[in-house]
């Protein structure tokens, strides 16, 4: 009686989510390798002719701004610089602007530029209408389904705890009454002889079992996004079981205030980031109003992974150091949650989690394919019974 409870849950959640669940499983799974098929792709947009010697500086950042935001239409304000410390990279200049409340993902972006400047030379290299970007579409689609955020996102969370729920109770559906024999081989191991119909539910069956713990390590990953407040909690639970380290400052950085030798506060901030960390992968400054009483640098230690981190915030009024945050310095819960993001990628240990990540988000996309090939087949089925019976 339990199991057929299990069963009905199980293929009306599926039948209700299936087509959401396919497309943001699909979505992830081709944007699991963006950062390295955009590098292949574009290569005319992210990489320059580095410069003759390696002492020529880049020039200062307001300057560039000045001359990326010349290439926008008055009324497109840039808003974030991403930055590449390696001398063959382009540097990005953002504009973007929203609504938050508008139905449809063309509507919900106002605009969306990226302006890639040679930094050495201050020349633009390219701009990028990015609400158009092959790429950016497949990622709002993942997240919101192209939908707009007001509408899409709660389908697409919403979603995705029900799919918690299917991988629970498809688990409890495919445990096999014997772990030995044909019944355990059945349900690890595809037949190939099978016929059509046995073959696609043994590939649902099998499918599930395997992308089980990388699904639901993904879903919950997926889950702390689109609510905050859980990822808050999450952190704030396994946080009471950690020790507290308050130290925010690095042991590499001993002094208080960053030099000055530029006029401008933005610069001097990038100056010292580029200093500190040479060999970062990349960096991302914000833009705040002019009277910001805190400027603050992103620095990531690997291009991709965003949970490898030192964060400056710096008084724009002196350059003293306000806080400096590190990945380093955070509790367990803390950065657990600050690794979310490389773990929902799979950027976590690189090419290998990536692929894993890929592989079981494709195993995902699969699954309410075989499902509801599943679900026709017996309702075509119980259509014959009943008609033989009349």
């Known amino acids: 009686m339990l199991k057929k409870g299990v069963l009905w849950a199980h293929k009306w959640l599926g039948l209700i989510t299936g087509l959401i669940v396919f497309l943001v499983s699909l979505s992830g799974a081709i944007y699991t390798f963006h950062d390295e098929l955009k590098l292949w792709i574009y290569p005319n947009k992210y990489f320059i002719e580095p410069p003759t010697t390696t002492v020529t500086p880049p020039l200062e950042l307001t300057e560039l ?29 953002r504009a973007s602007d929203v609504d938050p409340s508008a139905f449809g993902h063309w ?10 400047m040679n930094p050495y030379t201050g020349e633009c290299v390219a701009i990028e209408d990015s609400k158009n970007e092959f790429f950016q579409l497949v990622l709002q689609l993942h997240m919101n389904l192209l939908l707009g955020k007001t509408y899409g996102h ?11 729920i299917l ?3 498809g688990m409890v559906l495919w445990w096999p009454k014997k772990w030995r024999g044909k019944p355990l081989k059945r349900s690890l191991w595809l037949n190939r002889k099978a016929k059509w119909k046995r073959f696609n539910y043994d590939m649902h069956n099998v499918f599930g079992f395997y992308v089980f713990p990388l699904a639901v390590l993904l879903c919950v990953t997926g889950l702390l996004f689109s609510f905050p407040s859980w990822k808050k909690t999450y952190s704030q639970f396994i946080n009471q079981f950690a020790s507290a380290n308050v130290d925010q400052r690095p042991p590499h950085e001993p ?4 030099s000055k030798p530029f006029e401008s506060p933005l610069d001097n901030l990038l100056a010292h980031a580029l200093d500190k960390h040479p060999d970062a992968g990349m960096m991302s400054i914000r833009l705040r109003p002019a ?18 981190f030192y964060w400056y915030y710096v008084h724009s009024a002196d350059m003293t150091i306000a806080q400096i945050a590190s990945h380093e310095k955070l509790k367990t819960g803390d950065l657990l949650a600050a690794l979310n993001f490389d773990l929902h ?12 990540v890929f592989m079981a988000a494709l195993g995902c996309a699969s699954l309410p ?20 019976r009349c």
Do not use: C, H, M
């Open 255 to 258: 002094q208080l205030q960053i």
């Open 65 to 93: 701004i000045e001359r990326a935001q010349a290439e926008l239409p008055a009324e497109q304000n840039i808003s974030r610089i991403d930055l590449y410390p390696a001398p063959n990279r382009s540097w990005i200049f």
């Open 345 to 356: 990628t799979g950027a976590i240990w690189g090419f290998t989690t990536k692929f894993l």
């Open 154 to 164: 709660a389908l697409v969370a919403y979603s995705t705890l029900f799919f918690v």
């Open 107 to 116: 509507n919900y972006f106002r605009y969306y530029k990226r302006v890639f």
């Open 167 to 169: 991988l629970l109770t």
């Open 291 to 308: 009277d910001a009483p805190i400027i603050d640098v992103q620095i990531r230690l690997q291009e991709d992974r965003s949970g490898l």
């Open 369 to 388: 394919v075989t499902g509801y090939i599943l679900w026709w087949n017996k309702k075509q089925k119980t259509t014959k019974q009943k008609a033989r």
